[in-house]
């Protein structure tokens, strides 16, 4: 997780730095997915060794929907924003 919250960091300015409109919406979904997997390793620690499929359910949700698709949408703005 410390990873994912220094990336997150980086493309969260590079999103405000290039000015791109979707950047408060793309920083909800970064926020809430951090929330999520620190709630999962919180139940992991306190015992409860369902997390591992609820884990595996919230990576796939997560590569499918916000690496495919926000992700691709954000990589376009700043292609076409320091192309020019």
Avoid: C
């Avoid at 590079?14 to 979904?29: D, I, L, P, V």
């Avoid at 369902?50 to 796939?60: A, E, Y």
């Avoid at 929907?65 to 292609?79: F, G, P, R, S, V």
Wanted: charged residues 30%; aromatic residues 16%; without cysteine.
């Amino acid at each position: 997780m410390d990873y994912t919250k220094t990336h997150f960091k980086s493309e969260e300015s590079y999103m405000e730095r290039s000015g791109y409109t979707q950047f408060a919406e793309h920083k909800k979904q970064h926020l809430e997915f951090v929330s999520k997997v620190d709630k999962l390793t919180e139940d992991f620690y306190n015992g409860k060794f369902f997390i591992s499929l609820k884990l595996r359910n919230l990576l796939q949700k997560w590569l499918v929907n916000h690496i495919q698709k926000h992700d691709k949408m954000y990589a376009k703005h700043l292609i076409k924003v320091y192309k020019s």
